[in-house]
């Protein structure tokens, strides 16, 4: 996810350049709402990870 995130800030930066307001804003907002949903997930699995504990190896 964070790969996705990174992309549309690429293609936003781009845009941007050229001179494409619209796109590069869209393309922004879009990234930092992927980057937002990976960070929660993230948090979640680390979460559920810490109460689930770990089995011994043996």
Known sequence: MIGWALTFLVVALVAAVLGFGGIA?????????????????????????LMRGRSPTV
């Open 25 to 49: 804003g869209t393309a922004v907002e879009i990234a930092k709402l992927i980057f937002f949903v990976a960070i929660v997930l993230f948090a979640i699995s680390a979460v559920v990870g």
